[in-house]
């Protein structure tokens, strides 16, 4: 990679150009930030910035490089989904609600990238308290997708998305609760990972729902994911949803070739409700992993349908539970009037609140009263079985599964807005995988024409048995071996849009 060229390197690229003293991280961040300075205007992807920060820590990394103490992201500039809490920025998940909140200590996965030496580049846009699929919910205005700027770039990880396909930072931290870090994935192009549920800690990272909710990496390929991986996944002691297991290297099979490779296609992917043109690109996608040595096979995850409900019954009802904390009392948003503790309450959450946060709180408070908990969160609880025993069934006959990771390309701002059902079938492939706890992933696969003629990227999701995420990356790597839609980045227009 040329000097002259810093913004579309890979994580390897650029730690190769910081250990051999080509450049250092002060002069690759301040390249990054000066991406941001020129294009986020348009495309609103960073909420917080703090450059004394940013540069301090970049100092601190160049002397760790002089040092010989360098680690594999020593020195690179990283974007924070702004759900992670990190000492002395704001952290706003989003809303009106943290609109002031500066977090007083670091998310397990920003210490975890701060002891790799990275660089914090700022906090990234995301729909408010990460519900939403088209980054349109946030408080601080939506963010555009950077291959059009009329369409959404996928929710709610779309600050981190939007900033990974503008190549405004080396890399970025995302979280996937129903498909928010690969349907975002699929709609900017660029390679996104939701590991197995409890890999990543989630201590510090702003609860959603909280037996759905992962932290993964979000980068242009696979391997940048591993490096990433490598960074984040671990046990931690202070989050109880936290797996002890041993550190693995996740870099450790990229190359090992794909013969005898099992491919289960679930025909649930491939039915009504998929765009034509999507199809095409997944097709020809399997078409390159038949060359690769792989064998195909067909499979069926019956009770995929019913993920979107059993997801839109749980989620709320984690959600309604978790979002209970924000009452104007110790921090957040608290309403300047009030008669009464009980109005100090009912007015801070009112104002504090977008209109999707409080539907959602709404349907879970409903979902678990007396009279309805049985028929709706219980008979939730129990199809989400089912649905997770469809993967075991699937896994017995192949490795990995493959399909769609959304049913179109981007779709424009405000076409989805009004119509929630629209807008929550948007992760109609995504959803079944968080219900079971399984890791899933989002890959280029190509550009498909969108209804006004637009090419648009098309997402390629591979699905692993649990803690398979080696696997996973070594089925990505390969295919982005023979192709080259990893590499692609939009061209931006200058000046605000």
Not at 12 to 33: G, R
Not at 100 to 107: K, L
């Amino acid at each position: 990679m040329a000097k002259n060229d810093l913004s579309n390197g890979s994580l390897k690229s650029y730690a190769d150009l910081l250990q051999s003293k080509q450049i250092s991280s002060v002069e690759l961040t301040q390249e990054f930030l000066a991406r941001i300075h020129r294009y986020n205007p348009s495309i609103n992807a960073f909420i917080a910035l703090d450059e004394a920060k940013t540069l301090a820590q970049a100092k601190a990394a160049d002397v760790r490089i002089a040092s010989g103490k360098a680690a594999p992201l020593t020195g690179i500039p990283i974007a924070q989904k702004d759900i992670f809490c990190a000492k002395g920025w704001p952290t706003t998940c989003g809303s009106k609600m943290l609109a002031n909140f500066v977090a007083p200590y670091d998310a397990h996965v920003i210490s975890q990238f701060d002891a790799a030496g990275a660089v914090n580049l700022g906090k990234t846009n995301m729909d408010e308290f990460a519900m939403g699929s088209s980054n349109e919910t946030s408080y601080f205005g939506g963010v555009k997708n950077p291959w059009s700027f009329d369409r959404v770039p996928g929710g709610s990880s779309g600050g981190s998305a939007a900033a990974v396909a503008a190549r405004l930072c080396a890399a970025a931290t995302g979280t996937d609760t129903g498909g928010s870090i690969r349907q975002p994935a699929s709609l900017c192009g660029f390679t996104g990972l939701k590991p197995t549920y409890g890999v990543v800690s989630r201590f510090g990272m702003i609860a959603f729902a909280s037996s759905l909710d992962q932290a993964g990496p979000m980068a242009k390929s696979a391997e940048d994911c591993a490096l990433m991986m490598n960074v984040m996944a671990g046990f931690d002691e202070r989050d109880s949803t936290s797996l002890d297991r041993a550190k693995e290297d996740y870099c450790r099979d990229l190359n090992k070739p794909l013969a005898g490779l099992k491919i289960g296609l679930p025909k649930e992917f491939f039915a009504e409700g998929l765009s034509a043109d999507v199809g095409k690109v997944i097709g020809n996608s399997i078409a390159e992993y038949k060359k690769l040595g792989a064998e195909i096979i067909d499979i069926s995850l019956p009770n995929t349908g019913l993920s979107i409900p059993v997801y839109y019954v749980l989620a709320p009802a984690e959600a309604s539970s978790n979002l209970s904390r924000y009452d104007g009392v110790r921090y957040g948003h608290r309403a300047d009037s009030y008669t009464d503790l009980m109005d100090m309450y009912c007015k801070s959450r009112a104002q504090g609140f977008g209109a999707e946060v409080k539907r959602r709180i709404l349907i879970g408070t409903y979902v678990l009263s007396a009279g309805y908990y049985d028929a709706y969160y219980l008979k939730a609880q129990q199809i989400r079985r089912l649905i997770a025993q469809d993967f075991v069934e699937a896994f017995k006959q192949c490795d990995v599964i493959m399909g769609p990771a959304a049913p179109s390309t981007a779709f424009k701002a405000g076409e989805k807005v009004d119509d929630p059902v629209a807008m929550y079938l948007q992760d109609i492939y995504t959803i079944s995988t968080n219900l079971a706890g399984l890791p899933g992933m989002s890959v280029p696969a190509g550009f498909a024409n969108s209804n006004d003629g637009k090419a648009l990227p098309v997402g390629l999701q591979i699905i692993g048995n649990y803690f398979d995420e080696a696997r996973m990356l070594n089925v990505a790597h390969q295919y982005q071996q023979v192709t080259d839609w990893h590499n692609q980045a939009p061209s931006l227009p200058e000046g605000n849009a």
